[in-house]
């Protein structure tokens, strides 16, 4: 079933935003909660917790955004749907916006800037 198009937005939020984070690994190829877990630790750096990753996959499911695939043994893996591939394209457009303006605005700062390497 299709999702609408309101309800497969993703909200562009946070770089750690559980959703964009699970739509992200996704991307790449099916995967089980656990494979999902470490891969998102390690493009990300954020460690989800297991209510999160399965609650934001649950919404993400309702969504259409995500499908599970015929489980393997006792793992369920996850798809990204066609749906899911828009919404995450929609996400990444919008955190790119916010980006640009905020590194815009930081080039234009008046006033010195912190040196790199620079004692905080």
């Known amino acids: 079933m299709g999702a609408s198009p309101s309800s497969s ?10 959703p964009i984070l699970i739509l ?10 656990y494979a999902l877990l470490k891969d998102i630790e390690r493009f990300a ?11 934001a996959i649950s919404r993400l499911e309702e ?20 749906a899911g591939a828009e919404a995450l394209r929609s996400a990444l457009a919008d955190l790119r916006v916010i980006v640009d303006e905020g590194s815009a605005r930081l080039s234009r700062r008046a006033g010195p800037t912190p040196a790199a390497g620079a004692a905080r």
């Open 63 to 82: 969504r259409g955004l995500i499908e599970a695939v015929e489980a393997s043994g006792r793992r369920r893996p996850y798809r990204l749907s066609a």
């Open 45 to 55: 750096g954020v460690r989800l917790g297991p209510g999160a990753l399965y609650g």
């Open 9 to 18: 937005r993703v909200s562009a939020g946070r770089s750690n935003d559980p």
């Open 24 to 33: 992200t690994s996704l991307a790449e190829g099916d995967k089980h909660g």
